[in-house]
């Protein structure tokens, strides 16, 4: 593939990663839907590892399947994108990079939720969070190698 054609698509990855983000910030804190009406008169956080998680998957009859969708699987797959995105956009990228960006953006967006009081602090969201921007970088990994053999057979076709 040309250089060209590359830095096209790394730019077409950068736009996507900034809608991506606004998206984020709408979602994760003002969101109606999911929860973001107004602040909380007290802060709530949770540091316990797994706690909530294993609230989750105990009490799942009680919650619904959707609270429980939302919160264990939800928490993954809205951080796929992040680490597809920051990978494609990015000339430098890696495992450890992407885990800790995803990391870094997940334990911001959880501060913020602390001391705005819009949500809480939870370190299983973290967890889950970063699971989901790991998987995003090895989604994006999965692509690259198809897109490269893609491109690796057009040029063997047109060898002479």
Known sequence: MSQRLTQRFRNLGKILFVFYILFLIYFLIFSEWYGRTGTA???RYNLELFKEITRF???????GAFAVFTNLFGNILIFIPYGFFISMAS?????????FYSFGLSFCVEVFQLFSRV????????????????????????CNKI??????????EYRY
Do not use: C, P, Q, W
Not at 57 to 63: D, G, K, P, V
Not at 119 to 142: A, H
Not at 148 to 153: L, N, S
């Open 119 to 142: 949500g809480s602090f939870d370190v299983d969201d973290i967890l889950l969070n970063t699971m989901g921007g790991v998987l995003g970088y090895i989604l994006f990994l999965i």
């Open 57 to 63: 998957i105990e009490y799942r009859e009680e919650l």
């Open 41 to 43: 008169e007290e802060y």
């Open 147 to 156: 897109r490269r053999r893609y491109h690796a057979g057009d040029k063997k």
């Open 91 to 99: 000339k430098s990228r890696g495992l450890i990079k992407t885990f």
